[in-house]
């Protein structure tokens, strides 16, 4: 008999085909509304394996429910949506989707920084809203990406790809991380400073670490107060990384230059969160690794790594 397994979303018809060679397969309908936490519920008390997305809170009453669940395949690189302890009681495996979006993420990184620096969305809307009168010489003035100093907070996939991005804009890279990276420092010549160190010397700060309690608001006030007025902070990462109302305020008063934000402590972010009516803050909705090849890339990681557990074999991608 096969085992069964339910996708908390609508995915694509050719990955749900792979998945079907082995497995029975239950889906969630829709693409753009999340699966209801009590289908989950229902559903998971009978499944062999989830295929779950960065939505889904799979935390320990939920895994508490299940009765032969094998393996969790989160669509994500980043797994603080799942409750890694409870799973590892229960012997759950979890696996996650690496490595194929490190490129497209740090292209988004990387993105942020220009738009952020040189004010595009803001310069798009003075355009389109008619400010735009004359050229004149200090008019919507930011700041020089190449030649500055950029500070890593998390030196993973993500952050060296960031930094071989970096160096065609030649900047000069610090980093801070858990471990010193002594390979990366050969190969890129990046430099190892303290958290302090790498708040005060840097014009951009990008925040690339995983989620987890240690960085829980890794970035609020004392360390914004760190920062050059004309610093920008750019999180890839996660939301809860930086304290946003502490961010807010450092916004608000110039204490820092920008930030632009791809995710956020509450997502969707509502629509009437004080970050949202500052000029100085590029958000956007999560997109990190949204380009059509790898999110399809992702898909199938993430079917492989089911299937794999499914059939006892080892997954590529392992959390525990
Ligand atoms: C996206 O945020 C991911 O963790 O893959």
Request: proline share 4%.
């Amino acid at each position: 008999m096969k085992p069964t397994i339910y996708i908390t979303r609508k995915i694509d018809d050719q990955i749900v085909e792979k998945i079907r060679e082995t497995c029975e397969v239950e889906m969630w309908p829709e693409e753009d509304t999340p699966v209801p936490r009590s289908v989950l519920e229902e559903k998971i008390q009978k499944i062999d394996g989830l295929f779950c997305l960065l939505t889904e809170t799979i935390d320990k009453t939920l895994l508490e429910k299940a009765e032969n669940l094998k393996v969790v395949s989160n669509l994500a690189v980043g797994y603080n949506n799942i409750d890694i302890q409870s799973a590892k009681e229960k012997g759950i495996t979890v696996t996650n989707t690496p490595g194929v979006l490190t490129e497209t993420t740090a292209d988004l990184t990387f993105a942020l920084m220009m738009a952020t620096a040189r004010r595009i969305v803001e310069s798009s809307s003075y355009l389109r809203d008619g400010e735009w009168k004359t050229w004149s010489p200090m008019q919507l003035t930011g700041q020089d990406i190449y030649g500055a100093t950029l500070g890593i907070i998390g030196m993973g996939r993500i952050g060296e790809a960031v930094v071989k991005r970096a160096f065609g804009f030649g900047m000069n890279v610090v980093y801070h991380n858990r471990s010193r990276k002594q390979e990366a420092e050969k190969k890129y010549g990046i430099t190892y400073v303290s958290m302090d160190q790498l708040l005060k010397k840097s014009d951009f700060i990008c925040v690339l670490t995983p989620y987890t309690k240690e960085t829980h608001d890794l970035i609020d006030e004392k360390e914004l107060s760190l920062m050059k007025s004309t610093a920008i902070l750019i999180n890839t990462a996660r939301g809860g990384i930086v304290n946003e109302e502490a961010l807010y305020n450092a916004l608000k008063d110039n204490k820092i230059w920008a930030a632009g934000l791809d995710v956020f402590e509450q997502e969707p972010i509502p629509l009437d969160h004080p970050l949202l009516t500052l000029p100085n803050v590029v958000t956007l909705p999560h997109i990190g690794s949204a380009s059509i090849k790898t999110r399809l890339k992702m898909a199938n990681v993430a079917a492989d790594n089911l299937i794999k557990s499914l059939k006892n074999e080892k997954p590529e991608y392992v959390v525990v």
